[in-house]
């Protein structure tokens, strides 16, 4: 089955800084197959048999804190339910040029629910929210970006359990795991 990870908060601001050609190698070294990297924020597409995605969470934390030095949470989705989410999307996301589009994908065992639970009410005039397969679907003018609830998200609990990628990087992602990179 075709998978893609995507590691929370490496190489940030200069810090948990991981190369993508070590963290292939890493991936590849746990014994998984057709492993290829996505630009420097922590996107792995690979290949396992294994069908669980809690179990292949736990199994990519510890090789990586063994390789790296350091623990890294990371969501897995694999290509059907990232081209289900995307499929899903609804139709104001990745619309307005003047709105910033982000996916957020939710860290198991937390869910979308949990999430959205957890951040409260959204503040209608200033952003969208919707969530399809653990992804929250997140778009706010880039004006009042400021006043919405999930930038206030960064330095929360809750922000511990989710990892961002705009529109265009969850775009690309399916594309690439749909075509086998």
Request: proline share 4%; with cysteine; hydrophobic share 35%.
């Amino acid at each position: 089955m075709r998978y893609v990870a995507l590691l929370r908060g490496i190489n940030v601001g200069g810090n948990n800084k991981v190369p993508m050609k070590d963290l292939k190698d890493s991936f590849e070294q746990a014994g998984f197959e057709k492993v290829s990297t996505y630009i420097n924020s922590g996107n792995v597409l690979f290949d396992s048999g294994e069908t669980e995605i809690e179990t292949l969470i736990r199994r990519c934390e510890e090789f990586l804190e063994m390789r790296f030095g350091f623990p890294i949470s990371l969501s897995i989705i694999d290509a059907d339910d990232l081209k289900t989410a995307l499929d899903h999307a609804p139709e104001w996301w990745d619309r307005d040029p003047e709105s910033k589009h982000n996916a957020i994908f939710v860290i198991p065992p937390s869910t979308a629910e949990e999430i959205s639970t957890e951040m409260g009410e959204i503040k209608p005039e200033y952003e969208k929210v919707f969530d399809c397969k653990n992804v929250i679907f997140w778009s706010a003018p880039l004006k009042t970006f400021s006043r919405t609830r999930f930038s206030k998200i960064v330095g929360t609990k809750t922000y511990q359990k989710v990892t961002i990628r705009n529109a265009n990087t969850a775009k690309k992602l399916l594309e690439l795991a749909l075509n086998g990179n």
